[in-house]
């Protein structure tokens, strides 16, 4: 996922608006050459200039100034064929070093550890201390007459420089590759073809497949050109379509791409949607999903002109550059299509908190205004003579925490139980949840060593007092996994706010992996599980014999993937009821899992050790619960503790994106694959239908102002 931050300005424009270059300087630091003869070196996290230099007013810069690195200058061309060089202590560029060459300059690129780069507009290229040692030098011509430079850029290969540039002539474009050190030329033609337009910008791209070189055509198409640096030129370069921007029927004027990373670009001068009526907008695409990411408007309008340095994104428009920084972060179907954040609902929280002060310095620096613990069933109110004529009981007499304590490490589970119901009911302390924490270690300690004492019954009575935590015993769950302790570990779903997502995963698995007659032996809390999984119910679909499989696909599913039919909202397009395809019991367990909380960074990892049939099962009860939502005009299901659908399909988009080859491959998974498949294209159509009839209520609705009919009205709208 892409996200653009809050912008702020870097420094004023003209009036009209343009730029000759924004360059890197270095960490934090911009050079920006104005149209005019201006340079000026901005620090960008201060927005104030380090130092600014002007040529005469006779005089015009030509091309961006850029730094070199190598030697702390900076290099300007100014009058096409005057080259000019100084540092930061250098105050009037006039007596800076000067030196005039004998054809007009195109563009200086510079390269990280290597000389800067002098490209002509003849197409030739020298690098600069070459060029500085004899600047009367004679420059050859490389392109053709009337052959004018539209782009140019450099790269290294294996540590040599490479200058590529694009020409354009009678409306054809060909793409130069120069490796300077072999002195070696490639051309290539590009192909733009009558139904893209003409070539707008370009941008180089360095993904795992190699060197790819993207374009925006005027129609809003952005194409890519896979290049081979080591192969011969060609006639004309393959290219296929990266993405396609929305209403681009008319020409672009003024456009620019940049490649942020390897799956995300971002695009000024073009809408961002078909309802936008703003062209100068700012956009950030994920070229993998063809999502949009993030955009920005600019109504004042902007010249087409983008670059990017250090997570920032430089964009002149009106009369100011704005500097607007952007995260991007890894893309996978989880992020695209689910959320990160699971809703209000299935957050749990603690009643009480730790007193670590009184844990560190002991009971005399607790706090005397804190609330005791109550226990959950309060003592009712009696008038003082009765209770100074009641007589207590052995069984009610009160225990002190050493007495439970030294009884954990030796008594019966009966003997303990009985002993924490008195302690609890008596405890009086603010640090009880320290306490509860403490007897709850002693036991899991006690049951590493004895493999027999297990005290089920005294665990889910501190559970069930609401104040335990994960992190206050990290082992009771792995102890809890080690018994096969369904129940308990149903509890801890739901009162834990912080199990790890390593921990959720393991449940996970347990609950897919356990058998149906272990399940039926156990105790669970089922909720409302009844309301929605009903067995009785068969299958309308028979299911259909696959007898002839070619190369692991099935001619009749795919016969059967066409949305050209009737559409609905629900699961009907595969005109299958579905009956739930685990036990009452395992459907209660898989719920927890859902509704826990987790971070899809961590649990992406951890959902991969799922095998296949446990990503099968599970697939096909998340498939189910989607359906039975969508079975009710509200979507949602009754009761509680019921998984919402927002949570149903980040699961499910969490699981295919852990999942997706293995998926694929697998035979067993190929019918449910295919029926996701099909449903998500008809879901997609039938979205696409609702967005048009919306732009025709919206188009009816400016053409037809409101007008106040009364108060009861009935009106008939007719959409042809």
């Not at 192909?191 to 003409?198: F, H, V």
């Not at 180089?204 to 190699?210: A, H, T």
């Not at 393959?238 to 695009?267: F, G, N, W």
């Amino acid at each position: 996922m892409a996200r653009l931050c809050e912008e702020f300005t870097l420094c004023g424009l003209p009036s009209g608006g343009a730029l000759g270059g924004v360059e890197s300087a270095g960490p934090d630091r911009v050079i920006v050459t104005h149209e005019d003869r201006t340079v000026t070196v901005y620090k960008v996290s201060d927005q104030k200039p380090l130092g600014s230099w002007t040529v005469k007013q006779t005089q015009k810069i030509s091309c961006p100034a850029v730094y070199n690195s190598h030697t702390g200058e900076y290099v300007v061309v100014h009058d096409h064929k005057v080259l000019r060089i100084w540092k930061d202590e250098d105050v009037n560029l006039e007596k800076t070093f000067k030196a005039t060459v004998t054809a007009d300059i195109y563009q200086i690129h510079t390269l990280p550890d290597t000389e800067p780069l002098v490209l002509f507009e003849r197409g030739s290229v020298r690098q600069l201390d070459v060029l500085l040692s004899a600047p009367q030098q004679e420059i050859g011509s490389v392109l053709s007459k009337d052959e004018v430079i539209r782009w140019s850029d450099t790269l290294l290969e294996a540590g040599s420089p490479v200058v590529l540039l694009v020409t354009e002539k009678d409306g054809m474009f060909h793409l130069y590759v120069h490796k300077l050190n072999l002195n070696i030329w490639h051309k290539f033609k590009l192909d733009s073809g009558e139904e893209n337009g003409c070539p707008l910008c370009f941008v180089l791209s360095f993904k795992q497949e190699g060197i790819v070189l993207m374009c925006l055509y005027s129609s809003g198409c952005i194409y890519k050109m896979p290049l081979s640096l080591n192969r011969n030129s060609a006639e004309i370069l393959p290219q296929s379509l990266l993405l396609k921007l929305p209403s681009c029927k008319d020409s672009l004027d003024r456009a620019a791409i940049l490649v942020l990373d390897e799956t995300h670009i971002a695009v000024l001068g073009a809408p961002y949607s078909q309802h936008c009526t703003v062209k100068d907008c700012l956009s950030i695409w994920n070229t993998r999903f063809q999502t949009l990411q993030a955009w920005k408007e600019f109504p004042e309008g902007s010249c087409g002109q983008l670059w990017c340095y250090c997570e920032k994104l430089f964009v002149p428009h009106g009369k100011v550059l704005t500097v607007i920084p952007f995260t991007c972060e890894t893309s996978s179907l989880a992020t695209v299509l689910g959320k990160l954040k699971q809703p209000d609902a299935a957050v749990k929280a603690i009643s009480t908190v730790v007193n670590w002060n009184t844990l560190l310095h002991g009971e005399l620096a607790a706090e005397p205004e804190q609330t005791p613990y109550t226990p959950a069933e309060p003592e009712p109110r009696r008038n003082l003579r009765s209770r100074r004529s009641q007589v207590l009981s052995p069984q009610s007499q009160p225990v002190s925490l050493d007495q439970v304590l030294a009884e954990i490490q030796t008594g019966t589970k009966e003997e303990i139980d009985e002993q924490l119901k008195l302690l609890l009911r008596n405890l009086q302390k603010p640090n009880i949840q320290l306490i509860i924490a403490q007897i709850a270690t002693i036991l899991v300690s006690r049951y590493k060593t004895q493999v027999k004492f297990y005290p089920q019954k005294v665990l889910v009575n501190i559970l069930k007092t609401r104040m335990l935590s994960y992190s206050l015993c990290p082992d009771l769950m792995a102890v809890a996994m080690d018994e096969a302790d369904y129940s308990l570990l149903q509890l801890c779903l739901q009162l834990f706010p912080d199990i790890p997502e390593a921990v959720t995963c393991a449940c996970l698995k347990l609950f897919l992996s356990a058998n149906d007659s272990d399940l039926e032996k156990i105790t669970v809390d089922l909720g409302s599980v009844a309301s929605y999984v009903k067995f009785n119910r068969s299958s309308l679909r028979a299911e259909k014999k696959m007898e002839i499989v070619e190369n692991g696909c099935s001619p009749l599913l795919l016969e059967e993937d066409s949305c050209d039919g009737k559409e609905t909202h629900g699961p009907s397009q595969f005109d299958v009821k579905l009956t739930c395809p685990v036990s009452l019991k395992r459907a209660a367990l898989l719920n927890e899992v859902l509704l826990s909380s987790y971070s899809e960074a961590f649990l992406l990892p951890h959902l991969k050790d799922l095998s296949v049939p446990q990503v099968v099962l599970f697939l096909q009860y998340v498939q189910y619960l989607y359906a039975k939502h969508c079975e009710t005009v509200n979507i949602k299901l009754p009761g509680k503790r019921i998984p919402t659908v927002s949570q149903v399909l980040d699961w499910l988009s969490l699981l295919l994106d852990a999942h997706f080859m293995v998926l694929v491959m697998a035979t067993e998974a190929r019918e449910l694959i295919t029926h996701l498949h099909k449903f998500i294209r008809s879901q997609v159509k039938f979205y696409s239908q609702l967005s048009k009839i919306e732009g025709s209520l919206q188009n009816l609705r400016r053409l037809k102002p409101q007008t106040s009919d009364g108060l009861y009205s009935i009106e008939v709208i007719k959409i042809f």
